[in-house]
T-cell receptor, first 112, second 114 residues
């Protein structure tokens, strides 16, 4: 079956620290992978995506590389800001289907 | 603004009641997805419609039902409500079909059952 596993939170970092949020997946075939972000009181917003192995998605200083050999899509940012405080969701979508499978979310708090 | 509109934003109702949540997808999107987000269960996929037809079903209770209308808006009906149904209900839309496109989420309807 299809599933996504994210590192447990919450994660608390100081401003300008390096961020890694781990995400691994289980899927048949070649899914597309996504990171969504949910700011307090809002819906989920797409942060970045990758559609095939070795693709790197990037946006707003965040990056994630689709690693098929390790079935991973870890989210990284070199220097976090207070405004990055949010819940981050890793997700996959099969190319032959429409359903999105989400991880449980990782809460990030960045302190000044 | 994602372009996905959900109404109402907040809903408070009593146990045993029935409510309807509404979702208007982004212009041009044919697929609508419903998700339930609760503190203990995370983001749970409920159901997907594509161009008016049910496409995929997730962990949707029998007390819940949904439909997508010819103008592509969708409604999620929740009946015989229980305290445990209190959650954020998100609607998302995508172009649909078998494409690697992302889903765009609405801001959600927060349902409180008292």
């Amino acid at each position: 079956g299809n599933s996504v596993t994210q590192m447990e939170g919450p994660v608390t970092l100081s401003e300008e620290a390096f961020l890694t949020i781990n995400c691994t997946y289980t899927a048949t075939g070649y899914p597309s992978l996504f990171w969504y972000v949910q700011y307090p009181g809002e819906g989920l917003q797409l942060l970045l995506k990758a559609t095939k192995a070795d693709d790197k998605g990037s946006n707003k200083g965040f990056e994630a590389t689709y690693r098929k050999e390790t079935t991973s899509f870890h989210l990284e940012k070199g220097s976090v800001q207070v405004s990055d405080s949010a819940v981050y969701f890793c997700a996959l979508r099969q190319n032959t289907g429409n359903q999105f499978y989400f991880g449980t979310g990782t809460s990030l708090t960045v302190i000044p | 603004d994602s372009g996905v509109t959900q109404t109402p934003k907040h809903l408070i109702t009593a146990t045993g009641q029935r409510v309807t949540l509404r979702c208007s997808p982004r212009s041009g999107d044919l697929s609508v997805y419903w998700y339930q987000q609760s503190l203990d269960q995370g983001l749970q996929f409920l159901i997907q419609y594509y161009n008016g037809e049910e496409r995929a079903k997730g962990n949707i209770l029998e007390r819940f039902s949904a439909q997508q209308f010819p103008d592509l808006h969708s409604e999620l009906n929740l009946s015989s409500l229980e305290l445990g149904d209190s959650a954020l209900y998100f609607c998302a839309s995508s172009v649909g079909g078998y494409m690697n496109t992302e889903a765009f989420f609405g801001q959600g309807t927060r349902l409180t059952v008292v």
